[in-house]
């Protein structure tokens, strides 16, 4: 039985040469900060409701950054996924210190740009959008 993939969305935040991480706790893996949308709901709309929800942001500027289509695991099965990827900025935040997190499960890390790896984020191919090698290039023909 085919599932419909999960919808996205997801915040790239930036500070200091760092990207701001979540993860649950007691998780290896990392993403960035945002969730599920709900049926109906804008994309953009899910976005501040779940940046509101998990760091108690209003307002952030936001700029369309993609959309990744990956699979995630749960449980042993692969998923669909679709997450659509914001670049966002509030002044609020620095990487100077964590932003305490608003959701029990929750903790948030900045982590150097270079280091993402280290970080376990998922979906890997985040990685290349943030150091802005997504999508890729591909060669061509003369």
Known sequence: MR??????ARALIRSGGRVLLARSRGS???????????????VERALE?????ELGLKRAARRYLGTIRHFRERDGRRLPAVDHV??????SLS????PPSL??????VWALQGALERENLKPRVLIAL?????PPRRPRTI
């Open 86 to 91: 914001f670049e966002v900025s509030d002044a």
């Open 103 to 108: 959701e029990p499960h929750l903790e948030f």
């Open 49 to 53: 409701r779940e940046l509101a929800e």
């Open 3 to 8: 599932s419909n993939p999960q919808v996205l």
């Open 28 to 42: 290896r893996n990392a993403r960035l900060p945002g969730g599920h949308v709900e049926p109906g709901e804008p």
């Open 130 to 134: 943030i150091r802005g090698e997504w």
């Open 95 to 98: 990487w100077a210190s964590a």
